[in-house]
């Protein structure tokens, strides 16, 4: 599955949606930007059950804003519409490998518990 890019128009539907999202926060001046393009592009190939997708930080200021993003490229991972993992910075190959499986391996009753922990206080 190729990657989607995301607006403001679907960035929320998106990722709140269930199963795993993974998107890239980037810029086309960003060099390590470009170099993390292909290692996302090839990671979506692999696993067609994730969705991938970009936020150009340069067109949608507004969800890069509202995200806090202050370094590009940052991956953040959503799964059953939870963020999960947020890391700046492009990764290679094997990290992102590794970052896909932990994501799966989340127990999401385990994380819904303590976001409602959390958010309880």
Do not use: N, Y
Not at 11 to 27: H, K, M, N, Q, Y
Not at 61 to 88: C, H, K, N, W, Y
Request: aromatic residues 8%; glycine residues 4%.
């Amino acid at each position: 599955m190729a990657t989607r890019e995301l607006t403001k128009d679907t960035f929320a539907t998106t990722v709140s949606a269930s199963g795993i999202v993974l998107v890239d926060f980037w810029a086309a001046w960003c060099g390590p930007c470009r170099m993390f393009a292909p290692v996302f592009e090839r990671a979506s190939q692999e696993h067609g059950d994730i969705v991938f997708a970009k936020v150009d930080t340069e067109a949608e200021r507004e969800i890069a804003a509202a995200l806090q993003i202050t370094s590009i490229p940052t991956l953040m991972a959503f799964r059953d519409g939870i963020l999960v993992f947020a890391q700046p910075g492009a990764l290679p190959a094997t990290a992102l490998a590794d970052v896909i499986r932990q994501v799966r391996a989340l127990d999401m009753d385990e994380v819904r518990r303590q976001v409602q922990s959390a958010a309880a206080g």
